[in-house]
């Protein structure tokens, strides 16, 4: 009884190895190889925050500009986007990428008032000085226009490969973002918000 109560638990353990053997994930994880500081304009609102608050007027020119250094002995590339600020299914704020659909309600894209940085390339331990134009509204509008500037490292497409019977390569990406607020002026708008639509939705 004994023997045949060993042999059951050693065919369980048996069983829940080989199951488990096939889903075993490699994670391959870039570290970041760059360093970014925002240099304020003279139409940054408080200096002491980590990202753009800037006060424009309609139609105005401003050049957002980026101190983007590679931290790494090897030359990489990197490119400056940007992007309009919206919120996700879990209610968080996204400022490093698009949403799938822009809201109906939204009048201006912040990333359609930015003109993307041209590819970078940055020999090992470089710093260089990245400019990104902006271009407001010529109407006046209210309240603010959020969006983000993603700061990411190109790399050449790798087609990632694992031994057979070894599970998926997982490879995560890294990049830096500063945030992006302008407004035409500082005054507090009354928030009039609407209910569009009730319906049943999965995460």
């Keep these: 009884m004994r023997y045949k109560h060993a042999m059951q638990n050693g065919l369980w353990l048996l069983a829940v190895f080989f199951f488990f053997l096939p889903v075993s994930v490699q994670a391959e994880e870039t570290a970041l190889n760059t360093h970014v500081t925002p240099l304020f304009p003279e139409s940054q609102v408080d200096e002491s925050k980590g990202y753009y608050e800037l006060l424009l007027a309609p139609g105005q020119k401003e050049t957002l500009k980026l101190k983007v250094g590679n931290s790494s002995s090897e030359p990489i590339t990197v490119q400056v986007t940007p992007h ?14 698009d949403a799938n659909a822009a ?3 939204l009048i201006h894209s912040l990333d359609e008032l930015m003109t993307p940085s041209e590819v970078i390339t940055l020999s090992g331990k470089e710093t260089k000085t990245i400019e990104i134009p902006l271009q407001m509204p010529k109407d006046a509008f209210e309240g603010y226009l959020a969006g983000g500037l993603r700061i990411a490292e190109i ?10 019977g070894e599970g ?27 209910l569009l639509d009730v319906f049943a939705d999965q995460l």
């Design 168 to 194: 998926v390569a997982i490879k995560n990406e890294f990049a830096h973002v500063i945030g992006v607020v302008v407004s035409n002026t500082s005054d507090s708008v009354e928030p009039e918000l609407e």
């Design 84 to 97: 309009t600020a919206y919120t996700n299914t879990l209610g968080n704020v996204e400022y490093g990428k």
């Design 155 to 164: 790399k050449e497409a790798e087609e990632s490969e694992t031994p057979e």
């Design 103 to 105: 809201d109906p309600t």
